[in-house]
Nanobody, 129 residues
Framework: QVRLVESGGGLVQAGGSLRLSCTAS????????AGWFRQAPGEEREFVAGISWAGGRTTYGDSVTGRFSISRENDRNTVYLQMNSLKVEDTAVYYC??????????????????????WGQGTQVTVSS
């Protein structure tokens, strides 16, 4: 298991930007795909972005494509989510997630909650109009 801690959330005006970070500790000797999800009150957890172990493959949810960018620095055990052109509807708690990989999965990036087995506690992002 790996422990994930998110940071960088906060309050921003519509049209602004934020960068979220997710730092892993614990079993960082293993290889993980990583992802970001979000959950607004009363809503299901929604996929935002995913990235493969080496960062060569990324995938995004339809509502954030072209505005958000996921990246990672494995030597720092950190994954980032750069969020630009934020909208009021981006308001949610954002969760970082990690999926432990087998040797045949190193190029994979995942999009569903069930693909991930490690989760952070979340960080609140609020976008005001």
């Amino acid at each position: 298991q790996v422990r994930l801690v998110e940071s960088g959330g906060g309050l921003v005006q519509a049209g602004g930007s934020l960068r979220l970070s997710c730092t892993a500790s614990g079993r960082t000797d293993k290889k993980y795909a990583a992802g970001w999800f979000r959950q607004a009150p009363g809503e299901e957890r929604e996929f935002v972005a995913g990235i493969s172990w080496a960062g060569g493959r990324t995938t995004y949810g339809d509502s954030v494509t072209g505005r958000f960018s996921i990246s990672r620095e494995n030597d720092r055990n950190t994954v980032y989510l750069q969020m630009n052109s934020l909208k009021v509807e981006d308001t949610a708690v954002y969760y970082c997630a990690a999926a432990e990989l087998g040797s045949s999965d190193l190029l994979s990036a995942y999009r569903t909650v069930r693909d991930y087995d490690n989760w952070g506690q979340g960080t609140q992002v609020t976008v005001s109009s």
